[in-house]
């Protein structure tokens, strides 16, 4: 089955540490996104990738690295310097061009990994 | 900037019945797509419905249509025939298309309960 993995579902994480979420597609697609999402606001953009290698901010990236060593693969670190890091995050996939047919233009989500600062 | 707003944080309806959720967003893009995702309890996203801009024709899937005003960038969603299993968040969200990767650009949400 092709699809989206997130782990772990649910993650804890101390004030002062990093953590790592994991993201992986066997879609063949070349973007990745991360997104993120609080109660009662839709998802916002963290970072997004259009190839190995190769990465972009979005509209919240301070605070948070991310690296595409590989095309199935694009993990988020949640850094110390991310001042309210509780939220719900997920990851996304897409291909890129102007190319007509079902899902050409469609980004498919992972099912999330909600972290939580104690 | 895009901005994409959902005016209504939640809706009823009844089961088998029908609802629209309501979705305004501005742009000054002329190339785009508009989508409508739902959030279960179980948080995973699902695409429901989407629509080119470059197409004046509504989209419709089984009992799920779009009514899209293009020159009032207004874009809802209409569920026909309302199920339990409809009882979610339903996000409208945006996309330039642009032949590389663009983030979409959400809505607040719209929490949509079903009612017996």
């Known amino acids: 089955d092709g699809g989206i993995t997130q782990s772990p579902k649910y993650l804890f994480r101390k004030e002062g540490q990093n953590v790592t979420l994991s993201c992986e597609q066997n879609?063949?697609?070349?973007?990745m996104y991360w997104y993120r999402q609080d109660p009662g606001q839709g998802l916002r953009l963290i970072y997004y990738s259009q190839i190995v290698n190769d990465f972009q901010k979005g509209d919240i990236a301070e605070g948070y690295s991310v690296s595409r060593e590989k095309k199935e693969s694009f993990p988020l670190t949640v850094t110390s310097a991310q001042k309210n890091p509780t939220a719900f995050y997920l990851c996304a996939s897409s291909i890129i061009g102007r190319v007509a047919g079902p899902s050409y233009n469609e980004q498919f989500f992972g099912p999330g990994t909600r972290l939580t600062v104690l | 900037a895009q901005t994409v707003t959902q005016s209504q944080p939640e809706m009823s309806v009844q089961e088998a019945e029908t609802v629209t959720l309501s979705c305004t967003y501005d742009t000054s893009e002329s190339d785009y797509y508009l989508f409508w995702y739902k959030q279960p309890p179980s948080r995973q996203m699902i695409l429901v419905i989407r629509q080119e801009a470059y197409k004046q024709q509504n989209a419709t899937e089984n009992r799920f249509s779009v009514n899209f005003q293009k020159a009032a960038k207004s874009f809802s969603l209409k569920i026909s025939d309302s199920q339990l299993g409809d009882a979610a968040m339903y996000f409208c969200a945006y996309r330039r298309n642009t032949g590389t990767a663009s983030k979409l650009t959400f809505g607040t949400g719209t929490r949509l309960q079903v009612t017996l």
């Open positions: 879609l063949n697609h070349d973007a």
